[in-house]
């Protein structure tokens, strides 16, 4: 389980103890000597020499502090009280550290005298058990009814003291709980440097903490959850005076000067950094004081109700921690200019979306109203633009006109015209009886309409009802009733259409007629029609015989009819039967009526019905008259004769008068050139001098790019002209008249097409085929996320292009409609580290189109996310390896990020493990400790690959002697080497990447080895001890040379350096010994520091100065983490203690910021009886952060190796028994972290 916080270095921190039984021993070599001290602690933090007196089912403390030889490797201790067993604790110890304190928890359910005992075990010696007595009272309760919160005495406390005092507090007397119950104590969000709190104990050390005030806040809590807070403001002087005021860099404005802003708030911005820390950041705006907040190293200040129109001053305050309280203040100013929205608003829209408008505008600037882009329609209506009241009452906008911002908002309504309509008339067309129907509906053109049934009885007689029609003669279209037909562009009459009645026939026969034709009825009677017998209409003749009527019967039997006579159709069919009398004789005389010249004559003798042959005009004229053949009467009134044509003689003389008449002229009408329609035609003839009414445009004439303009004289126009349908003149000859054509013009517009901005160019009027320019785009039309690309006559550019300042005849109202190419912006891949993108460099994108981008981690990294460095990008999803971005505001650089696989491995195998290493090809591999049954012990080496899986096992030895191997590296062969104890003999063992035994080599006797390592020479050294001492070979199988170092028990580790020397660390009896030598391990120097007493050197690396940094065990009161800055020389430059580790530190190494990390163990923290520990300090030993690993149970540090990712691979021990140990393998970031 993995647990961590950022935290600057934490202080010392002491326990109030009452020892009840302690007797040092004299030599800590002797097993005897093993001791456990005893103590309690009550909830009132109460001392007493003898016993505690407390309170029934309050919680005492019991101290265990244990003192262990180094020849015990582990202890279990059981806890009784009255013969009853409390509880059990193992604790294992590994290396040098022999002490250390346990507090435990126990409370007693009623009252008297109490005697605890103690009892340790080991395997190794027998130890005495320690016992102490307790008393335990009965105090009065001052429950009160019900669940009441805590309450401290102070909601502030101040505090003032020197930067190297420690401070304790007793938080119990400050803070007091109703129901009396245990209450609890916590720090309220991150801690201050140098701060704890030890059950009610708060412990602050100031050496730890910021020059000036720290403020921090303290919750008491009860067990119900109730809590209650105060704040603690620990004032730290130093000895010198801080007299630099607090620096400040204010990054948001980017300028101390004036600046605009469009919201009425405002964020401020600052990095503010001081010596003595900083204290309080504020700003004072009209008055009111306004406090930072401070959020990943910025303070943040929010400016509200910013005044519209002037500038608003604001004043910033920065305060440090010194003990002058030393100030930095800058004054900005601020200038609100509002903003203003346009809405669009569909007033009552049936269909269609509206536009929107994502602008804020200042007052005073323009804009250009949009069109109707959504295609917003409502039923009925027509869309007419916009205006600012729904009503219509307020200003009138169409598209692309231009809209001022005043000082508010703008919505702006749609604009809806009413479509015309139009009605449906029935007609009954001549019907007899009857109602026509009647429909009062108004219908918009293509809207449906039902045709009505006969509701009204319509009738006609000799005729049936056969449905409607548009048409009176039934030519028009056909409907029949309930059927549907679509309105049109006018009103609509329908007609009644009727169908005849059955019908019979009336025949004419002649008779035995001699010439002549019989007349002939085309009309077919219904039974009681009436009919009109016909007369001699065909001039029937029979040679000596008068036609007198007709007869139903040949013989003249049948009823007789006479011409125009009439009877009613019976029902059948009828033939009438001509009837003769015979004929006298009669003349024919022909008269010149006013007439000069000759007249015809006659001499012929002529039956009546005789065919009579009309004679010519002959010889007779007369002026200014035309002969028009022969007439009956003087006047014309009688029956007109034609010469040469015949008539029969009717029953009397016949004479026939020359008939004259004035001469009459024609009138043509001629198209000029049309090209559709037809010319009207006159067949009148006009007497001379008569007037003529010129006819109208009937035929629908017309002509390209012509308008009819009436009709002239004169072919190209240059005679007279005249009015259609309306203009006169008088006749005197023959005459054409030629329609007149006048030249159309036409509108040339310019549309913005979906543009966002500018205005379209004006419109221009044109002749019909004169040559049109094409505008350019002068109105800076622009539309968001496209270019401008010229013009063309289809909307979607399925028409004709037309760039800028082409040409074309045009012969129509014509729309030019801008045309758009979306915007290529270029989205830059920046090159990736530990990882592949599938696309790289600068890649050229369609604006607002997604491209798939995929990123693939190299081998052994991970990916972490896609990240924008620079401009603006929209990726889908940061978090996946394939995913989608665009562009829509310009170019941008996006990169692909990959980080360290991480992982947390608890391998079962009952080994107790030692190191870790990282090989050549990225994989992991860690040697360790296990047993047989004989207890013999042999080194164990699993090889992990890169996710922490284990990829190899192999155990060596289980001879008849211990084989021992404390350390591993990786060689630049590819192999491993690992250096340890065999048999009592310092051992070096090679094995292959795949865990081949390659050498294994002891040397010397009643030696310890600890680490072996590699030279850049390619020779091997192995370190140890007993006394200390390195081996140096030059190759594994050669001679060796043993130097004999110091007088500490042995070298821990070591490390060669820069210059082929050598490092070497270890302790000499509870002091830091550490060994500087030469490449041929003749020693430069060698120093044990007695400042450092009680500590104890554990590992140690060189640091890029030439200098070291060390890690070991430290004591004050308790065990805890020491590093050790030591100079080139061996002058130690700082040391920095830790009381939150046990000492245990394993492997110390610089990181690449010039800082350090390193891993120990910890019980102060995480959630099991210990964990690892891991820490990272800054370059001067100051905690930066640290992270805890771990479950409920034992985990323990073991190594710690820098890996090539940049991470950290961890080594640590898990146990839950005795001797039963887990391997835990932890790989990290490198910000200690592990992706769950």
Not at 279 to 297: E, M
Not at 699 to 704: F, H
Not at 1144 to 1153: C, L, N, Y
Request: hydrophobic share 35%; with cysteine; aromatic share 10%.
């Amino acid at each position: 389980m993995f647990r961590g916080f950022a935290s600057p270095f934490l202080g010392l921190f002491f326990v109030i103890m009452v020892m009840l039984q302690c007797k040092l021993p004299q030599d800590p070599m002797d097993a005897s000597n093993t001791r456990v001290e005893l103590y309690f602690r009550n909830s009132l933090w109460i001392q007493s020499t003898v016993s505690i007196t407390d309170t029934v089912d309050k919680p005492i403390l019991i101290g265990l502090v244990i003192n262990l030889p180094e020849n015990i490797d582990s202890l279990k201790l059981s806890v009784t009280a009255e013969g009853k067993a409390l509880f059990d604790t193992l604790f294992r110890y590994f290396g040098n550290t022999n002490r250390d304190t346990i507090w435990k928890v126990i409370s007693f359910a009623d009252t008297g005298y109490k005697f605890v005992t103690v009892i340790p075990y080991s395997q190794i010696v027998n130890l005495l058990p320690v016992s102490a007595g307790i008393t335990i009272v009965k105090k009065a309760s001052t429950t009160q009814p019900g669940n009441h919160p805590p309450k401290w005495l102070e909601t502030t406390l101040p505090v003032t003291l020197n930067d190297t005092a420690r401070y304790e507090l007793n938080l119990s007397p400050l803070c007091s709980d109703p129901d009396k119950d245990l209450l609890s104590y916590a720090i309220s969000g991150k801690p201050l440097p140098g701060d704890t709190i030890i059950d009610s104990l708060y412990v602050f050390q100031a050496s730890a903490a910021t020059i000036g005030k720290n403020s921090v806040e303290l919750i008491a809590s009860d067990p119900s959850g109730l809590k209650d807070t105060m704040e603690l403001v620990l004032t730290v002087t130093a000895s010198g005076k801080d007299t630099t005021p607090p620096e400040v860099t204010i990054l948001v404005p980017d300028r101390d000067s004036s600046v605009t802003n469009n919201s009425v708030n405002y964020v401020v911005d600052m990095l503010c950094s001081d010596a003595s820390g900083i204290d309080s950041v504020y700003a004072v705006f009209n008055g009111k004081t306004i406090p930072a907040v401070l959020v990943n190293g910025h303070y943040s200040i929010t400016i509200t109700g910013l005044v519209a129109g002037v500038y608003n001053v604001i004043q910033l305050t920065v305060i440090d921690k010194s003990i002058n309280a030393l100030t930095t203040t800058k004054t900005i100013k601020i200038k609100y200019v509002p903003n203003y929205a346009i809405t669009y608003n569909g007033n009552g829209n049936s269909s269609g979306t509206i536009p929107t408008d994502t602008g804020k505008y200042e007052t005073g600037s323009t804009v250009a109203v949009k069109g109707n882009t959504g295609n917003l329609a409502k039923t009925g209506y027509v869309f007419a633009g916009w205006n600012t009241a729904a009503d219509g009452s307020g200003a009138a906008y169409s598209e692309g006109s231009s809209l001022l911002i005043g000082t508010n908002d703008v919505t702006l309504f749609a604009r809806w015209t009413q479509n015309p309509t139009f009605t449906v008339t029935y007609d009954g067309n001549t019907n007899t009886t009857g109602i026509v129907p009647s429909d009062a509906g108004k219908y918009e053109t293509g809207s449906l309409v039902t045709v009505k049934e006969n509701a009204g009885a319509l009738a006609k007689t000799g005729f049936t009802f056969a449905g409607w029609n548009t048409a009176a003669d039934g030519s028009g279209t056909a409907y029949a009733m309930g059927s549907t037909f679509i309105m049109g562009t006018s009103n609509v009459t329908l007609y009644a259409r009727w169908t005849l009645n059955p019908t019979f026939t009336v025949t004419y026969d002649g008779n035995t007629t001699t010439t002549g034709i019989v007349p002939s009825d085309a009309g077919n009677y219904e039974t009681g029609a009436s009919v009109t017998v016909k007369g001699n209409t065909g001039n029937l003749v029979k040679t000596g015989f008068t036609f007198a009527g007709w007869n139903t019967a040949a013989d003249g039997s049948g009823t007789v009819y006479v011409p125009g006579s009439t009877f009613n159709m019976g029902t059948g069919n009828v033939t009438l039967f001509a009837r003769w009398t015979l004929n006298p004789t009669f003349t024919v005389t022909y008269d010149a009526n006013t007439g000069t010249g000759t007249v015809p004559a006659d001499v012929n003798k002529y039956e009546t019905g005789a065919v009579v042959s009309v004679l010519s005009s002959g010889t007779l004229v007369k002026k200014g008259y035309t002969f028009t053949g022969w007439n009956t009467l003087a006047d014309g009134s009688g029956t007109a004769r034609v010469a040469a044509t015949t008539f029969n003689m009717p029953a009397l003389n016949v004479t026939l008068y020359a008939q004259w008449k004035l001469k009459q002229y024609t009138v043509t009408y001629n198209g000029n050139g049309n090209v559709g329609g037809s010319v009207p035609i006159d067949a009148n003839q006009y007497d001379t001098g008569a007037s003529v009414t010129v006819l109208g445009n009937t035929g629908g004439l017309t002509k390209t790019g012509y308008t009819f303009d009436g009709w002239n004289a004169a072919e190209n126009g240059s005679g007279t002209s005249f009015v259609a349908g309306t203009g006169t003149f008088i006749i005197s000859s023959n005459t054409t008249l030629f329609a007149k054509w006048k030249i159309k013009t036409y509108t040339l517009s310019y549309a913005g097409n979906g543009n966002t901005g500018g205005t379209a160019p004006a419109d221009v009027t044109l002749d019909s085929n004169t040559l049109a320019t094409v505008a350019a785009n002068t109105g800076s039309l622009s539309k968001t996320g496209f270019d401008f690309n010229g013009w063309n006559t289809g909307a979607d550019g399925s028409g004709t292009a037309l760039a800028s300042g082409a040409t074309f005849r045009i012969k129509s109202d014509t729309t030019l409609y801008a045309q758009w190419t979306v915007k290529k912006y270029t989205l830059t891949i920046s090159a990736p580290v530990n990882g592949t993108v599938n696309l790289s460099g600068n890649v050229s994108v369609d604006s607002n189109v997604t491209t798939a981008i995929t990123a693939t981690a190299a081998n052994g990294f991970r990916f972490k996310c896609w990240r924008v460095t620079s401009g603006s990008a929209i990726i889908a999803d940061t978090t996946v390896t394939s995913t989608t971005v665009k562009l829509t505001q310009g170019n941008a650089t996006i990169k692909a990020v990959f980080g360290c696989i991480t992982f947390e491995k608890v391998i079962d195998d009952n080994i107790t493990p030692n190191a870790i290493t990282q090989g050549n090809d990225g994989s992991y591999h860690f040697v360790g400790i296990t047993r047989n049954s004989d207890d013999i012990s042999s080194p164990v080496v699993k090889k992990l690959d890169s996710q922490g899986n284990v990829v190899g096992t192999k155990t060596y030895g289980y001879g008849n002697y211990d084989y021992i191997l404390n350390s591993i590296k990786a060689t630049s062969d590819g192999n491993l080497i690992m250096g340890g104890t065999y048999s009592g003999m310092m051992n070096i063992t090679r094995i292959s990447q795949n865990l081949n035994l390659l050498e294994s080599i002891s040397y010397g006797e009643k030696m310890n080895g600890s680490f072996a390592l590699e030279t850049k020479s390619g020779s091997y050294v192995l370190g140890g001890g007993s006394p200390s001492c390195i081996i140096q070979m030059p190759y594994l199988q050669g001679e060796s040379q043993t130097s004999f170092i110091g007088t500490c028990g042995y070298f821990i580790d070591g490390q060669e350096l820069n210059d082929g020397g050598f490092i070497l660390i270890g302790d000499d009896y509870n002091e830091f010994e550490i060994a500087r030598t030469d490449a041929n391990a003749k020693v430069l120097w060698e120093k044990s520091y007695a400042d450092l007493a009680l500590y104890r050197g554990k590992c140690i690396r060189q640091t890029t100065d030439g200098g070291f940094i060390a890690g070991g065990t430290g004591y004050s009161s308790t065990y805890c983490d020491v590093l050790v800055k030591i100079s080139s020389n061996g002058t130690v430059l700082w040391q920095k203690t830790n009381p939150l580790g046990t000492g245990d530190i394993r492997s110390v190494r610089q990181t690449a910021d010039g800082g350090f990390i390193y891993v120990s163990t910890t019980e102060a923290l995480g959630n099991g009886e210990t964990d690892i520990y891991l820490v990272k300090t800054d370059s001067n030993g100051e905690i930066t952060w640290f992270k805890t690993f771990g479950t409920s149970k034992f985990e323990r540090a073991r190594s710690l190796e820098l890996t090539k990712d940049g991470g950290f691979i961890i080594l640590g021990a898990a146990s839950i028994e005795l001797y039963a140990d887990k391997c835990y393998v932890i790989k990290t970031d490198e910000n200690g972290n592990v992706e769950k």
